[in-house]
């Protein structure tokens, strides 16, 4: 029987996993609303956070599934990316219990455990697999072709989708975390509305940095104009009226133009590979814009789609658990020297 204790604390929440033999038990996770006064994410106040919460976190974990530590096989931790302040409470903490156990120590990253919470429920897709995984920091299509094999087919050159969403949330005035707010303001709007351009990358490859500059010069222009012009740029109170007046359908049409240029992607590479299992992955999956119009593509399509639940799609350690089991099992251990790291390769 291979029981897992997997801890994830690469940004704002800390998090404690248990799965055996594949299957999750729990999955406990402490967000930190510290952050929210600053609109982002204070790397400091966030170490010091995750400090106050991994103890009580990983003893909720334990005691929701029902495992005592000495039935423990393994401690499986977030290695890499992520803020590095953050990193290393997790991994001090995973290195420590792995010595005093006496049990062997799992390195995963974030970015493939992503992937790899597509394996949670029940319905799971077979190999090979694509995987659009978006989140506030990576943009990314991965052809995964086993459990411990996969490949970044493309990927963001700038700014991630997540932080489209974000940015654009800012220079609407709207509260931290704003991709949420987003999301709930597009359902109310008109997504034809307001036409903002789509970046005509290579490959298989993402921009967003472009489209970032476009909203900001939409907006300072109250909708006259997406290029900047200083005879066109309007008044701090005209821009905020115009907002306030428009706020839904610019929401929604923002919304709509991220998920074309997430999907128009996507189609490319299910064209490249005629790979017909594919998968979302990713914070930014649970935005309801994006997770309609994905399955409503595979539907016409014939893709068959799969979805994690809300609960795995945020950072959460039941995908750093799923992601350890599979690395159990192909014998993929590191040893107790084993360093974090901020932005690490797959």
């Not at 998090?15 to 038990?25: F, Q």
């Not at 000495?70 to 290195?95: C, D, H, M, R, Y």
């Not at 998968?279 to 994006?290: M, T, Y």
């Not at 950072?315 to 089991?325: E, K, L, Q, R």
Request: hydrophobic letters at 45%; a negative charge; charged letters at 20%.
């Amino acid at each position: 029987m291979i029981t897992i204790l997997a801890i994830e604390s690469s940004c704002d929440e800390t998090s404690a996993s248990v799965c055996r033999n594949g299957v999750i038990l729990s999955n406990v996770i402490a967000t930190q609303a510290v952050h929210e006064q600053f609109g982002g994410v204070v790397p400091e106040l966030a170490s010091r956070a995750h400090m106050e919460n991994i103890v009580p976190v990983v003893d909720k974990a334990l005691k929701e599934a029902g495992v005592e530590m000495n039935e423990l096989s393994a401690i499986a931790f977030t290695q890499a990316p992520g803020l590095i302040g953050s990193l290393l409470v997790g991994v001090q903490f995973a290195k420590s219990l792995a010595l005093a156990l006496n049990i062997p120590l799992i390195a995963v990253h974030h970015m493939q455990a992503h992937v790899l919470a597509n394996l949670i429920p029940q319905e799971k897709p077979s190999f090979p697999f694509l995987c659009l995984t978006v989140s506030g920091g990576h943009t990314q299509i991965v052809l995964c072709e086993t459990a411990t094999q996969m490949k970044v087919l493309g990927e963001t050159i700038d700014d991630a989708a997540g932080e489209a969403f974000d940015k654009t949330a800012k220079l609407l005035g709207l509260p931290y975390p704003g991709g949420p707010l987003i999301d709930k303001y597009a359902q109310l709007g008109n997504a034809d509305r307001f036409k903002f351009p789509e970046p005509q990358i290579p490959e298989l490859n993402f921009s967003f940095s472009g489209l970032k500059t476009s909203i900001l010069y939409f907006l300072r222009n109250a909708g006259t104009s997406l290029v900047y012009k200083e005879e066109f740029l309007a008044s701090e109170e005209e821009q905020q009226k115009f907002i306030a007046e428009n706020l839904n359908d610019i929401c929604a049409s923002v919304q709509q133009r991220i998920v074309s240029i997430l999907l128009n992607k996507l189609k490319k590479a299910v064209k490249q590979t005629g790979v017909q299992q594919i998968c979302l992955a990713g914070g930014v999956s649970a935005n309801s814009g994006l997770r309609k119009a994905f399955a409503e593509l595979g539907e016409k399509h014939h893709w068959k789609t799969f979805i994690p639940s809300f609960e795995y799609c945020t950072d959460n350690a039941g995908m750093i658990a799923i992601t350890a089991y599979h690395k159990y099992l192909a014998g993929d251990f590191v040893s107790l020297a084993v360093q974090p790291s901020a932005r690490a390769e797959w």
